[in-house]
Nanobody, 124 residues
Framework: QVRLVESGGGLVQPGESLRLSCAFS????????MGWFRQTPGKEREFVAA????????YYVDFVKGRFTISRDNAKNTVYLQMNSLEPEDTAIYYC?????????????????WGQGTQVTVSS
């Protein structure tokens, strides 16, 4: 069974940075594409970024392009989300996700596993 555990959330001021981490366990990490979603109260979870199993092929939603970077360290079974130039609108619970081999977690219906989420709050 795949298990995902996020860390790194917190409270920051606008313009600051955070790096989220997600530890993967239970299967062979490099076989799984990884992704990040986020959710704010009253809204559905939305796609943020995803990356292929070998670390190539990173994809982003338009509103984070140029600010967020997804990466992975297959030796550590960990995926990261580096978030720069944070804005109050980025305040949300961020979820680490993955799909079974052969799928890509770029849509909610493609996600097979979710982490428990980590809160990111951007406020002055």
């Amino acid at each position: 069974q795949v298990r995902l555990v996020e860390s790194g959330g917190g409270l920051v001021q606008p313009g600051e940075s955070l790096r989220l981490s997600c530890a993967f366990s239970g299967r062979t990490f490099e076989r799984y594409a990884m992704g990040w979603f986020r959710q704010t109260p009253g809204k559905e979870r939305e796609f943020v970024a995803a990356i292929g199993g070998s670390g190539d092929g990173a994809y982003y939603v338009d509103f984070v392009k140029g600010r967020f970077t997804i990466s992975r360290d297959n030796a550590k079974n960990t995926v990261y989300l580096q978030m720069n130039s944070l804005e109050p609108e980025d305040t949300a619970i961020y979820y680490c996700t993955t799909s079974n081999p052969g799928s890509f977690p770029a849509g909610r219906q493609s996600v097979d596993y979710w982490g428990q989420g980590t809160q990111v709050t951007v406020s002055s």
